[in-house]
Structure formats: structure tokens, C-alpha cells
């Protein structure tokens, strides 16, 4: 049990320090419709979370990734080699896309509209965010198939998804609860993040994905 919470913790942070959902609520936080939007937001961003991971994890459990006594699987093994050289592919494109010295780095589109947003396109968008963007759904396969192939019982395996749901919300759900309790005083810290993170998106994401992408191939290797 230790031992996959160890592997699931690299793979929570990923998620949780993506830049894009961290961007997108703090634009909500500022916006007119703060509260509606945020809170859909991140009711959306957890049912992501979640449904991506509990997906991942049921199949991992049931097409004979599991663990024998020997070792990993030779499938469960593959998987891990597949889904690292994934990541090391994204983690080059997020590198190549990082902007020019001088540039400003170009954001989503849909961000100009966010502060038109409803509650229920906010949800919306944070599913799509946590469950479809390619980034945060490799890992999330990741984390599932490191759960569902662990061999554990039912009950560690909801504990274990459970702790690397949590980790991969956190940085979602903290500033919402932070504004919450204390509007005034954060307006000025979030701002600051936006900026920062709007300037350092592709290179810590980059940086991110090439240390779990290289930990999953090096962990697939090892256990053929």
C-alpha cells in the first residue's frame, strides 16, 4: 500500500500544479460571477478527477494488469512504458511551445468569455479540463492503472485513488476556499499567480511531465 501511494503521489502533484485549471479559476475568482462560476468549476474539475481515475483504475483491476507474486505483469509493465513515453512526447511539446524571450505567452481563447461563464459551463469546462485534456488524462490513466494493477483489496484501492484524488484537487479547490473566507486579501495574491503562471505554463509543465514521463518508462522497464 505504501509503495503505490509513493507512485501515485508524483502523479497527483502533476495534475494538481497543471497551470491551465489553476489559470482558469483564478480568472473566475476575479470575475463578476465569482462564486456561481468558481464553485461550478470545481465541482466539475473533482467529477473529472474522479471519473477519469475510478475509469482507469476498474479497467486496470479487470484485463489482468494486477501484480503476481513474481512481480508486475508484463501488461501492467507495457502500460507504464506506454503512458511515460506519452508524457515524454507531451512534455517536448509543452517545452517547444514555451514563448520567445520579450513574447507573452498565448492562453486559450476560451478564457476571454470566462467572465460570461453560468455555473453549469463552468462545471462543464472543468470536467473537460480534468478528465479530456490529454496531459491530465494520461496521468490519470496513470494513477488508475497503478491502483487497479497494485493488486490490493477494494478497500485500499479506494483509499489509495481517494489520496491521489484529494492531492490532484487541492490547488483547485484551495483558492476557491480561500477566497471564500477572505475575498479582499486575496485578490491581490491571485492575481499575481495568474501572471506568474501565464508567463511559466509550458516550462513547468514541460519540466513536470519529462520527471514522471521518465519515472513511469524507468518503472514499466524494470518490472519486464
Not at 497527483?12 to 462564486?35: D, E, N, R, T
Not at 485534456?133 to 484501492?157: E, F, H, I, S
Not at 471564500?180 to 495574491?189: E, G, L, N, T
Request: proline share 5%; net charge neutral; glycine share 12%.
Amino acid at each position: 500500500m505504501n509503495g503505490v501511494l509513493g507512485d501515485l503521489l508524483p502523479l497527483a502533484v502533476g495534475v494538481a500544479i497543471s497551470p491551465v485549471p489553476i489559470i482558469a479559476i483564478i480568472l473566475m475568482l476575479l470575475a463578476p460571477k465569482a462564486g456561481s462560476t468558481s464553485l461550478g468549476f470545481l465541482v466539475g474539475w473533482v467529477v473529472g478527477v474522479v471519473g477519469a481515475t475510478t475509469v482507469f483504475t476498474v479497467l486496470a483491476a479487470t484485463v489482468g494488469l494486477g501484480d503476481s507474486d513474481s512481480g508486475p505483469s508484463a501488461a501492467a509493465s507495457w502500460t507504464k512504458i506506454v503512458l511515460g513515453a506519452l508524457l515524454l512526447l507531451v512534455a517536448v511539446r509543452q517545452w517547444r511551445s514555451r514563448p520567445a524571450p520579450g513574447e507573452e505567452a498565448e492562453l486559450p481563447k476560451w478564457m476571454a468569455a470566462i467572465d460570461t461563464f453560468t455555473f453549469a459551463k463552468a462545471a462543464g469546462l472543468g470536467a473537460v479540463l480534468a478528465a479530456v485534456n490529454p496531459k491530465n488524462l494520461l496521468l490519470c490513466a496513470a494513477a488508475g492503472t497503478t491502483v487497479g494493477g497494485a493488486g490490493l483489496g477494494v478497500g485500499d484501492q479506494v483509499i489509495a485513488a481517494t489520496v491521489f484524488c484529494v492531492i490532484a484537487i487541492v490547488t483547485v479547490a484551495g483558492p476557491v476556499l480561500a477566497y471564500a473566507v477572505a475575498r479582499d486579501r486575496m485578490r491581490k495574491p491571485l492575481d499575481d499567480l495568474h501572471v506568474w503562471l501565464q508567463a511559466n505554463n509550458a516550462a513547468v509543465m514541460a519540466v513536470l511531465l519529462l520527471v514522471i514521463g521518465t519515472v513511469l518508462v524507468g518503472k514499466g522497464i524494470g518490472g519486464l
